[in-house]
């Protein structure tokens, strides 16, 4: 089957604007992750959706920053009033159940703020 | 704090020479450790896992406790291993991954 998808692969925008970044995960997987890739930083995580439960919000750098999982599926990752400092590559994975716990990642949306 | 250090970005060997990728963990809890591997062009995926105790395209890694760490090893490394390479940390209290800051291995010919 697909693997994680996400779009747009490439966001270019200007300094203040507002961006939604989506992600489709894996059909059937319950675990959601948004994690952020910046150039020598390693992935740092953002956030976690599960199933129905409240979201794992500890990662989410800023307010402007905030996530949301519509019928367990489908996730959109919205920054608002972007900064230069948020550019970087946006990643999503999904997890299914089993006790692998392996993630499995998206291509991910470089987002560029001029 | 729970922290994964890989002290090298950048890890440049010969074809066919060993080598090992250097990954440090901090935890006090039961750790699960992975390695992920990004190719270029590519997106992350999972190479190898401790608890599986498997060897991957060569590759092998054995969690120490004692000293902390999870070094990735191949004893003969071929060009098409050259890729970024992150070691990352699973709590056992949540499913957040840790990951390091990750190791550029470019193996020359």
């Known amino acids: 089957g697909a693997g994680v998808s996400q779009s747009p692969s490439n966001k270019v925008t200007e300094k203040g604007k507002d961006v939604e970044l989506r992600c489709d995960p894996i059909?059937?997987?319950?675990?959601l992750y948004w994690y952020r890739q910046s150039l020598g930083q390693g992935l740092e995580f953002l956030i976690y959706f599960q199933g129905n439960s409240a979201p794992d919000k500890s990662g989410l750098p800023s307010d402007r920053f905030s996530a949301e999982r519509t019928g367990g599926s489908v996730s959109t990752l919205t920054i608002q009033r972007t900064q230069q400092e948020d550019s970087a590559v946006y990643l999503c994975a999904s997890k299914g159940g089993g006790s692998y716990n392996e993630q499995f990642f998206g291509p991910g949306t470089r987002l560029t703020v001029l | 704090a729970q922290r994964v250090t890989q002290p090298e970005k950048l890890l440049s060997v010969f074809k066919g020479a060993p080598v090992e990728l250097k990954c440090n963990y901090s935890y006090s809890g039961s750790p699960e450790l992975f390695w992920y591997v990004q190719y270029s062009r590519q997106r992350l995926q999972l190479l190898l896992r401790h608890i599986s105790r498997e060897s991957i395209k060569g590759f092998t890694a054995d969690l120490n406790k004692g000293e902390t760490s999870f070094h990735l090893k191949k004893p003969f490394a071929q060009e098409e291993d050259s890729a970024m390479y992150y070691c990352a940390l699973l709590m056992d209290s949540s499913y957040k991954l840790i990951f390091g800051s990750g190791t550029r291995l470019l193996v020359r010919p």
């Open positions: 059909s059937g997987h319950t675990a």
